[in-house]
């Protein structure tokens, strides 16, 4: 099911200027959709969506997570997005992020990944990233637990969220 949805996923971008990702988003939360996708699950086979691909070693995210005594609770990811981040550090000893390699290329020599015309990068667009600070907290109320946290390697980062 985890491997649906990172498929569905890979068709977003940002939807300022794309009515196609805002409608894909709201065909995902749609029950219709919901009952279409529920046919694909096949507990005796793996749902074959992309090509696997080979583990990245190496932290190119990281993390702060707190919780005061007050019940506040703050999650903070930094990311270079890749080690070294752009390999370009500014006259002050800033080490610029390479955040523009979370855009789809379509010569797809800059994220290994295939090409996804919602996610090309244009002048002013965000790129779909998969930075996922989490919070889970009782929903009424103060009583109950407490979860922060967070994990790193893009849509891989997904799935350790989702089996926490």
Known sequence: TLK???????NLGDP???????????GMV?????????????DSQSFLSMPPSPLESGAAASQVLVMGPDDFIVA??????RPFGSGIV???????NSQ??????????????IPRPQNLP???????????PTIVRPSEGMCGTYLCL???????????????
């Open 76 to 81: 903070v990811v930094s990311s270079l997005n």
């Open 150 to 164: 967070a994990a790193n390697h893009g849509d891989r980062a997904l799935s350790s969220i989702v089996q926490v």
């Open 30 to 42: 749609s029950k219709s959709e919901a009952n279409s996708l529920r046919q694909l699950i096949n």
């Open 122 to 132: 244009r002048p002013g667009k965000r790129p779909r990233s998969f930075l996922l």
């Open 4 to 10: 649906i949805a990172l498929s569905l996923a890979s």
């Open 100 to 113: 523009m390699l979370d855009f789809s290329w379509q010569n797809n020599t800059m994220n290994h990944s």
């Open 90 to 96: 500014t006259p002050s000893g800033i080490l610029l």
């Open 16 to 26: 300022s200027g794309d009515m196609s990702v805002t409608h894909t988003a709201e």
